[in-house]
């Protein structure tokens, strides 16, 4: 196991367990199968009792019906005789194809069936008929129970119950040891389950030891290994006690090790050269922080450290040179800015004084400026309302001859309306004269009738109908006097109403005619009104013309002082900059001069 991989450990360990289920498996299911199959052949023997218990419960009942029928002669007990013989075969024949497996059974149940079919068919069906040829004979019921055939029936029956009785023992002892064989199965199988899973719990848990005591422990002692390495036992090592993958890890880890244990040798000689040129280093950078720049650097080489001592050796080299030039320029810069300080000065002045005057130019310049928008704006208001006013006047002439137009349509559909009336109260008088013709047609109706009514009465029984007829006759005379009274009323009230119309209308035409004359006069005026001020639009726009070309100019010359003011300001702001910027320089001329003065560079 130790010189195995750890690949090769696992799919052992694992096979072993996965070879030991499987083989429980196939034992359980076979033993299964087995339960399952001794289950079917309980199940088996348990419908062969069935069958054989409904056909002696079929012979039973088909006997009883028989023995009532002898005793009383009553068909009602044999009502059912055939379908019971019928459930009888059915059974018997069922019972006969589920012992087809047991040979013995079989040939046992097929003499029952021959004999309960013989015993049906024949021996109940000649007491049968024998009873019902004896009819309602006294000693009918003894005759037929001394007889041969019933002594003859019940011979076949009982030995046919006789061959079931034999088949259900035998089957009532096959159901026994079938029992006995399933308690087996199942015991087997309980036993098998409970056995085999400890036996794979058992066989993990071992597998699990081996596992870990080949996987865990060279782990362990990597990880202790690990742990001593980091912090700071460089030599720690592992003992190599296996030739897998941990084996191999193990066996590199001791390499690393060894090469880290070399590597920090090399690195602490290398570590003590360096600290000895750098403490070089560092003296003589500590005397040129002093100020004292005469020092030399005596740490050459190839190496980072070589390099730097050169490169710092040449660094005071230029730096000696440099503040050299440094002081002799200082006292030029601080001679300068003192000549410079002074210019920027009256410079300054001149510049606070110009920058006061565009102040005040630009305020008196936007006053100027403000005025001319508002004055602007006031006569683009006038302009508008001009404008509004020209068209509303327009508009409303408009209105007002659509107005005159209309009244005089309104005139001429009322004087239409007055012809049409004058009409109406002609066409009314008309019918007045057709009403009165109407109504004395009527009253010669109504006397004719009443004439004819004293000719019918005259007639006496002849005359009845014609009587009938007059009377009738009579009674629409009348009403069609009283309906041609009521339509001359409706005449008269028309007629006032119309001449009340036309009398309103003569008015109304009146009314509409004086107010046409008033609108004519109002368009007149509102003529000369929008004449006027049509004339008042170009003054307007003259004069807004004007006023938009000075505002422009306003505008312009409040961008331009803006702007002036701006340099002035910007100029100031220089001028400022630059004093502070000389002071500036004055302070650093001086700082420079103090600061070199520290530094030695003549040896």
Do not use: C
Not at 108 to 127: E, F, G, P, S, Y
Not at 580 to 600: I, K, N, P, R
Request: hydrophobic residues 40%; charged residues 20%.
């Amino acid at each position: 196991m130790n010189n195995l991989s750890i690949k090769k450990k696992l799919y052992i360990g694992f096979g072993a367990i996965v070879a030991i289920i499987l083989l429980l498996l196939i034992s359980a299911y076979n033993n299964f199968a087995s339960l399952t199959d001794a289950n079917k052949w309980d199940k088996h023997t348990m419908e062969v009792l069935v069958e054989l218990d409904r056909v002696n419960s079929a012979s039973l009942q088909i006997q009883v019906d028989a023995r009532g029928y002898i005793l009383t002669g009553s068909e009602a007990n044999i009502a059912s005789e055939r379908d019971n013989v019928e459930v009888l075969r059915q059974h018997m024949a069922k019972a006969v194809q589920l012992t087809a497996d047991n040979p013995q059974q079989n040939e046992r149940l097929k003499r029952a069936q021959a004999l309960l079919a013989t015993w049906a068919d024949v021996n109940i069906r000649r007491q049968i008929d024998k009873r019902r040829a004896l009819s309602d004979a006294k000693n009918a019921a003894e005759i037929l129970g001394q007889s041969s055939e019933l002594k003859e029936a019940g011979a076949i029956v009982s030995s046919a119950r006789e061959l079931l009785d034999q088949a259900g023992e035998e089957e009532r002892r096959l159901l026994g040891e079938r029992n006995a064989k399933s308690a087996d199965l199942h015991n087997n199988q309980n036993n098998l389950l409970l056995g085999g899973g400890v036996v794979v719990v058992v066989l993990s848990l071992l597998v699990a030891y081996l596992l870990a005591r080949a996987i865990v422990a060279p782990l362990s002692n990597l990880t202790a290994a690990l742990t001593r390495l980091g912090a700071g036992d460089q030599a720690a090592r592992i003992s190599v006690i296996s030739g897998d993958e941990l084996g191999k890890v193990s066996a590199d880890f001791n390499m690393m090790a060894q090469q880290i244990q070399d590597a920090a040798m090399r690195e602490q000689e290398l570590t003590n050269q360096l600290r000895s040129k750098v403490d070089a280093l560092l003296q003589t950078v500590s005397r040129a922080a002093s100020g004292d720049m005469t020092g030399k650097v005596s740490v050459t080489g190839d190496d980072a450290i070589g390099q730097l001592g050169e490169g710092l050796q040449r660094m005071f080299d230029n730096l000696r040179s440099l503040l050299t030039n440094v002081q002799k320029a200082g006292i030029q810069v601080t001679t300068s800015a003192t000549e410079i300080a002074a210019s920027a000065k009256q410079q300054e002045a001149t510049g606070v004084e110009q920058a006061q005057t565009s102040v005040e130019v630009l305020s008196t310049t936007k006053e100027i400026s403000s005025n001319t928008s508002q004055l602007l704006k006031t006569m683009e208001d006038a302009t508008a309302v001009a404008d509004y006013t020209t068209s509303a006047t327009s508009e409303a002439q408009g209105n007002l001859r659509r107005m005159d137009q209309t009244m005089q349509n309104m005139v001429n559909a009322t004087d239409s309306i007055n012809a049409k009336l004058a009409a109406l109260s002609e066409k009314a008088s008309n019918i007045n004269s057709v009403l009165t013709t109407i109504t004395k047609v009527a009253d010669q109706t109504n006397i004719l009738s009443l004439n004819a009514a004293i000719e019918a009465e005259k007639a006496g029984e002849a005359g009845r109908g014609f009587s009938v007829v007059a009377t009738e006759i009579r009674r629409l005379a009348d009403q069609t006097s009283v309906s041609t009274w009521d339509i001359e009323q409706m005449l008269k009230e028309m007629q006032s109403a119309v001449s009340a119309s036309v009398m309103g209308m003569d008015k109304f035409s009146e009314e509409i005619r004086r107010s046409v004359g008033e609108v004519r006069q109002v368009t007149d005026q509102l003529s000369g009104v929008m004449d006027q001020v049509q004339k008042l639009a170009p003054q307007f726009d003259a004069v807004l013309q004007g006023m938009q070309a000075q505002a422009v100019g306003a505008q312009q010359i409040t961008e331009t002082m803006m702007q002036l003011n701006d340099a002035t300001q910007q100029t100031v702001e220089s001028l400022k900059a630059t004093s502070e910027a000389v002071h500036q320089l004055q302070y650093a001329a001086g700082d420079l001069q103090t600061s070199v003065a520290t530094f030695a560079v003549n040896a």
